[in-house]
């Protein structure tokens, strides 16, 4: 009898988590594109893990179709033929269903908001800087920042017996020792360091010490992604008040400092904000950071913006504008269905840039002249 096909397998959902310190306990998800899943869990059950949304596994392993509400960033990238996150869990996992999970094989970890940046794409749940510039009735703050215990309640009652991978992000992550912990801490529960992969996503705006490099020695492998949008003038206003003099710094320095295992590549969001500026990053890693020190190729992984600089809301001035660029278009087009794009002029994005600007004493038409005009 031939082998069932499960044409709409996740294996996030069987065997990652996505962790977020939520001020006062922890909140897990399949992913971070599932946030309407998000449950706060008592790390002092001993099954919680296992417990974890019974219906949205049971329905998966049945081989129903996704649920949009859940899952409608990855079913969104399907339609139009990009490469969604359940499609590269596949690729890393198989097509063959999880059976009898007790635990995760990768663990997204963010383990506070705490950062040095308020990046226009972002927002105040996710850095701690942006609530200086958010509207005032939002929810911003969190209570108490995670510390090297509430870590450890979080993995006590995990089997981590067969972890693979964890993604450490923030924030920024290396703005606190917490990355550092979470290594420490499932190394002390007997995980072996020399079969896991760390991923990072860092601003660039901070080098680590010895005893992380120390740690990071005894890893499999180690991905240090530097969050780019663009470069120069474009970069700091993108990702303000970030430098793009010191983030080129530093990156050079991890290139000359760090061992044969760690991995370094560019982490690009691509949006409103930069759609029509893609060959400035390419040319610059292809100028000044082709290569690290041991001869990896520095690789740019794309991903599209989500909420209001998302490209659904392109302008149809914008999208002309856009289209005018042939050379531009032919790489946004390798990373993004264009054909698929239409004109929406919704008031609310560049009401967003203005208000923005102001607070934070910066002006669009320092690198992107034509946007007003694009939008009013």
Same mark, same amino acid.
């Given at each position: 009898m031939p082998e069932k096909t499960h044409?709409?397998?996740c294996h996030h959902i069987h065997s990652s988590l996505t962790v977020d310190w939520s001020g006062d306990g922890w909140r897990v998800q399949p992913c971070c594109f599932t946030p309407?899943? %998000?449950t706060k869990i008592d790390t002092s059950d001993r099954d919680w893990y296992s417990k974890?949304?019974?219906t949205l596994r049971q329905d998966n392993l049945a081989d129903r179709p996704l649920d949009v509400s859940t899952?409608? %960033?990855?079913? *969104?990238d399907e339609i139009v033929g990009k490469r969604s996150?359940?499609?590269?869990?596949?690729d890393k996992w198989g097509v063959s269903p999880p059976m009898g999970a007790t635990g995760p094989r990768e663990l997204e970890v963010q383990i506070h908001n705490t950062c040095n940046n308020a990046c226009m794409i972002c927002g105040p749940v996710s850095s701690s800087l942006w609530k200086r510039y958010a509207d005032r009735q939002a929810g911003t703050t969190r209570s108490r920042l995670c510390t090297r215990d509430d870590l450890r309640d979080l993995i006590s009652n995990l089997d981590l017996g067969q972890l *693979? #991978?964890?993604k450490l992000l923030g924030g920024e992550p290396l703005l606190t020792d917490g990355h550092h912990h979470m290594v420490e801490l499932v190394r002390d529960k007997g995980v072996d360091l020399s079969g896991l992969t760390l991923w990072y996503n860092t601003n660039g705006s901070r080098r680590v010490d010895k005893q992380t490099l120390d740690l990071w020695d005894r890893c499999r492998q180690v991905f240090v992604y530097f969050s780019l949008d663009d470069t120069g003038? =474009?970069?700091?206003? #993108?990702?303000?008040?970030g430098d793009w003099q010191t983030v080129t710094e530093n990156m050079r320095w991890f290139r000359d400092n760090t061992g044969h295992n760690v991995i370094l590549r560019l982490e690009r969001t691509v949006g409103l904000l930069n =759609?029509?500026?893609l060959w400035g990053l390419e040319d610059w890693r292809r100028r000044e950071f082709a290569e690290n020190a041991h001869g990896y190729h520095t690789e740019i992984n794309t991903h599209m913006a989500h909420g209001l600089f998302s490209l659904d809301n392109i302008s149809g001035r914008h999208l002309e504008f856009l289209l005018a660029d042939q050379q531009n278009l032919e790489l946004l087009g390798r990373i993004y269905p264009v054909d698929t794009l239409r004109g929406n002029d919704d008031g609310r994005v560049l009401e967003m840039v203005r208000r923005q600007d102001q607070l934070r004493g910066v002006d669009i038409c320092d690198y992107f002249p034509e946007f007003p005009s694009l939008y009013d």
């Amino acid at each position: 009898m031939p082998e069932k096909t499960h044409r709409n397998l996740c294996h996030h959902i069987h065997s990652s988590l996505t962790v977020d310190w939520s001020g006062d306990g922890w909140r897990v998800q399949p992913c971070c594109f599932t946030p309407d899943v %998000a449950t706060k869990i008592d790390t002092s059950d001993r099954d919680w893990y296992s417990k974890l949304w019974p219906t949205l596994r049971q329905d998966n392993l049945a081989d129903r179709p996704l649920d949009v509400s859940t899952c409608g %960033a990855c079913i *969104k990238d399907e339609i139009v033929g990009k490469r969604s996150p359940r499609i590269g869990s596949l690729d890393k996992w198989g097509v063959s269903p999880p059976m009898g999970a007790t635990g995760p094989r990768e663990l997204e970890v963010q383990i506070h908001n705490t950062c040095n940046n308020a990046c226009m794409i972002c927002g105040p749940v996710s850095s701690s800087l942006w609530k200086r510039y958010a509207d005032r009735q939002a929810g911003t703050t969190r209570s108490r920042l995670c510390t090297r215990d509430d870590l450890r309640d979080l993995i006590s009652n995990l089997d981590l017996g067969q972890l *693979k #991978q964890i993604k450490l992000l923030g924030g920024e992550p290396l703005l606190t020792d917490g990355h550092h912990h979470m290594v420490e801490l499932v190394r002390d529960k007997g995980v072996d360091l020399s079969g896991l992969t760390l991923w990072y996503n860092t601003n660039g705006s901070r080098r680590v010490d010895k005893q992380t490099l120390d740690l990071w020695d005894r890893c499999r492998q180690v991905f240090v992604y530097f969050s780019l949008d663009d470069t120069g003038d =474009a970069f700091n206003y #993108q990702r303000f008040p970030g430098d793009w003099q010191t983030v080129t710094e530093n990156m050079r320095w991890f290139r000359d400092n760090t061992g044969h295992n760690v991995i370094l590549r560019l982490e690009r969001t691509v949006g409103l904000l930069n =759609a029509h500026r893609l060959w400035g990053l390419e040319d610059w890693r292809r100028r000044e950071f082709a290569e690290n020190a041991h001869g990896y190729h520095t690789e740019i992984n794309t991903h599209m913006a989500h909420g209001l600089f998302s490209l659904d809301n392109i302008s149809g001035r914008h999208l002309e504008f856009l289209l005018a660029d042939q050379q531009n278009l032919e790489l946004l087009g390798r990373i993004y269905p264009v054909d698929t794009l239409r004109g929406n002029d919704d008031g609310r994005v560049l009401e967003m840039v203005r208000r923005q600007d102001q607070l934070r004493g910066v002006d669009i038409c320092d690198y992107f002249p034509e946007f007003p005009s694009l939008y009013d």
